[in-house]
């Protein structure tokens, strides 16, 4: 091999990274290497690095101080010249040649004299602070030494490059800092949140997606008490997994399910089992994510969540709290037509309009489906409204054992007992009662939740924090003694009253200085006589502290609430009087109205219908509280004594209660209770209607 090929084969190597390969035809295989126009940027900074570095450099001059520059240099006439620098603080020395041969000089330089004769200098310099005063001074200190040389001064100032260049640069870099950060603000892109996290995105989606790959750890089995409504859902989820088992029979897809029911009661819960279930992609938001500020943000993001679920069909689209677009339209006195009619228009066009979808279910929920548009509850839209009730006695006791899974608690356990004593309580309140218990445990160091912490947890949810240091008054302790007593032996005598739980003089709460607590059946029709029973036994209080003490108090203030709301409902809801008739007053949609669907004279009648009915009930209290004159006494005294007196304890004292109690099985049996073919509507008040609110004595603050 000749010298010429060995040459080219190094040249070949050194580019060797730079070519591509080459297949077994011999053609390159590969992309080429693309170039990058950040090679471009790094040299030129290299460059004007480089450009900086040498032309800041001087000769190597020499430092020394002015007094040597004066006793060495200008007083033996040595300086050719001066040369202040003015943007550095320094002034250089130039030496004559011929005189850099002295003694001096080669003791100054050292090895460096050589160079220094060679070249033109500066051979030396100093610093000085005001560089611009320098000719003053000089021209002093000749006129003071007649004999020296006057120097040529010759000021100038040192190229710079980075200085001015960081003038420029640094404002310019904060401006486009700030722009960018705005640009991704207003994009959305830092921190910005979902879809509409900023200006340029506000129109978009706010939807959290749930695809097939995502992680939900909740599912079906986590949901309990909601049997029906969770056999409708699944039925949902199925349909989509297998559409062929119901589209075989002609069934069509139902276009929408609206979860309806009190609070708590579980529908957020079932939309993320049903998240969790479904094979599908699932979209989840909130009502509220499409009210904005803007005008019409909230229909362009109502279309972008149907674009979004038109590309994932099939799919589901959850919408929690619907009601706070779904408002019957037209009901806004200030403006007809605001910006939440607006998208309720627009959802009502994408759910069921001129271009309608299929394979988007769409699942709502809320607890006020009285407040929503006929347009939006019609089938096409909404072919299903699921009713989540609170649970009965079944329900509760399943709810009872899926949320004691994580809890520790101990085998004696009666879960069918809890779910008896907490009547009306909704999913949520069974999950606070757990966790409550579980923490009344930890306080007390057991290993173990036992049947008393669940206990004292139903009262801290019920009444709420036990205040056993709060100082009453024993007059005032006495008077709550007797008030609680007359509500207990009223329960225990009057056949259609609740059957007594427990009874307390211990405060707790904000205002509740005692109470006695109940055992609501589960009920749904209730006639004359019971929600006469009912009243009496509420304002069983009130009458004990006129018996026993001839005056009342403000402790009543609870009861009278509730036997007025009960009085009330009776004559204007149910036509429970004969002199108002077989009418009832009540509409849900006028509520909201300040005009009343009677007249006056028929609000008289009314007024007059309720105290009669109240009275009646207060004087037939009375009397029995007289009869049982003796039974008050012992239950209060025992109550002054132990604070607190169970149903076993009011037994030992008073003798069994005369009524056999009633109740349901959990094997849905009905002891002494016929087949209800049409419930009505729930009592207002909430005693009547198996709420867990209970009878309480409450002593505001005087004012």
Known sequence: MNQEDQTNEKKSSLFQGFKRKLDKDGKPTGKAPKFSFYWIYIAAVIMLIGYQVLKGVTPDAKNITELEFKQKMLVNNDVSKLEPVKNKGVIRVYIIKDSLSKPAYKELLGDKLVFSQKSKGPHFQFNYSKVDDY????DKYFAANPTVQPVPVDPISDPEFFGPLVNFLFPLL????????????????????????????????KAQLFDKGTKVNINFND????????????????????????TALGGKIPKGALLVGPPGTGKTLLAKAMAGEAQVPFFSMSGSDFVELFVGVGASRVRDLFKQAREKAPCIIFIDEIDAIGRARGKNMMM??????????????????????????????????????????????FDRQISIDKPDVKGREEIFHVHLKPIKHSEKLAIHKLAEQTPGFAGADIANVCNEAALIAARKGKSQVEMDDFQDAIDRVIGGLEKKNKIILPEEKKIIAYHEAGHAVCGWYLEHAYPLLKVTIVPRGVAALGYAQYTPKEQYLYNIEQLTDQMCMTLGGRASEDIFFGKISTGAQNDLQQVTKISYAMITVYGMSEKVGNVSFYDPQQEATFTKPYSE?????????????????????????????????????????????HQQDVEDLIGKRPYEEKKIFASNEVEAIGVVTDSPKELPASEINGNTEIGTSEEPKPE
């Open 135 to 138: 000719q003053e001074n000089l």
């Open 174 to 205: 904060m401006f486009g800092l700030l722009f960018v950060l705005m640009m991704r603000k207003m994009g959305g892109g830092a921190g910005g949140g979902g879809g509409g996290g900023g200006i340029f995105n506000i129109g978009k989606s």
């Open 223 to 246: 949901v309990a008490g909601l049997e029906e409504a969770k056999q409708e859902v699944m039925e949902i989820v199925d349909f989509l997994k297998n559409p062929k088992k119901y």
């Open 336 to 381: 007809s037509n605001d910006e939440r009619e607006n998208t309720l228009n627009q959802l009502l066009v994408e759910m069921d309009g001129f271009g309608g979808d299929s394979g988007i279910i769409i699942l709502a929920a809320t607890n006020r489906p009285d407040v929503l548009d006929s347009a939006l509850l019609r089938p096409g839209r």
């Open 601 to 645: 004279e028929t609000g008289k009648i009314i007024d007059q219908e309720v105290r009669d009915l109240v009275d009646k009930a207060y004087q037939r209290t009375k009397a029995l509280l007289i009869e049982r004159k003796e039974e008050v006494e012992k239950i209060a005294l025992a109550l002054l004594e132990r604070e607190v007196l």
